[in-house]
């Protein structure tokens, strides 16, 4: 138990449908990112929240729209994805941008068909 | 540019001694960290280096030489349970950014 929960563990969605990745700390950081991992690829960086603020948008596709409605809540919305979009997506959070380690989700599984 | 290189793989003997290598060219550096990632699950943090030298916490060491762009995990007394993949990551100047690497899968072996 890192103290970062992520629904669903799994999804499994066609590429014409609209879904959403879920992800809560319990820690009181204030810092929140999202990071994609596929397999045998270094984690990539995909959104950065300081403050319920976004601070990055690594060059991510618009198929993917990251919200932040305050520092403890992270969604990920999801829609029109490609098959090549099936990855493990991680939520992490921090207690600030510049301070700590990530403490890290378990992930929700994503197969797009 | 950015690069961050590990091994792929490795395999050692359960109580032995093995070194997880990690070089990287990053913008800027803000401490370098590991993490433990076993299959299905979330990764963990282990140690983090912000200055050159060793850190050493129990059985797990870790080593940075900012000059050199290196740094390494040193894990003592293997166990089976230490099978899992170890991420070498680097947060860059400004520190809003962690780049990992791919990770090194360690094989433990009785």
């Known amino acids: 138990e890192t103290g970062v929960t992520q629904t669903p563990r799994h999804l499994v969605m066609g590429m014409t449908n609209k879904k959403s990745l879920k992800c809560e700390q319990h820690?009181?950081?204030?810092?929140m990112y999202w990071y994609k991992q596929s397999a045998k690829k270094p984690l990539e960086l995909m959104f950065v929240?300081?403050?319920?603020?976004?601070?990055e948008n690594n060059s991510v596709p618009s198929r993917f729209s990251p919200e932040c409605p305050n520092s403890s809540h992270l969604f990920l919305h999801l829609h029109t994805l490609q098959p090549e979009d099936s990855a493990l997506y991680l939520c992490?959070?921090?207690?600030?941008?510049?301070?700590?380690?990530?403490?890290f989700g378990e992930g929700s599984r994503l197969t797009v068909l | 540019g950015q690069n961050i290189d590990q091994p792929t793989e490795m395999t050692a003997t359960e109580g032995a001694i093995v070194q997880i290598n990690c070089t990287y060219q990053?913008?800027?550096?803000?401490?370098l960290f590991w993490y433990q990632q076993h299959a299905g699950e979330a990764p963990t943090f282990l140690s983090y280096?912000?200055?050159?030298g060793l850190e050493e916490k129990g059985r797990f060491s870790s080593f940075l030489s900012r000059s050199k762009g290196y740094s390494y995990l040193l894990l003592k007394e293997l166990q089976m349970k230490d099978s899992a993949s170890y991420l070498c990551?680097?947060?860059?100047?400004?520190?809003?950014?962690?780049?990992f690497g791919a990770g090194t899968r360690l094989f433990v072996k009785a």
């Open positions: 992490a959070s921090s207690p600030g941008m510049n301070t700590g380690e990530l403490f």
């Open positions: 820690l009181g950081h204030n810092a």
């Open positions: 929240y300081n403050f319920k603020e976004q601070t």
């Open positions: 990053t913008s800027g550096f803000n401490g």
């Open positions: 280096n912000v200055l050159d």
């Open positions: 990551a680097v947060r860059e100047a400004g520190g809003f950014k962690t780049i």
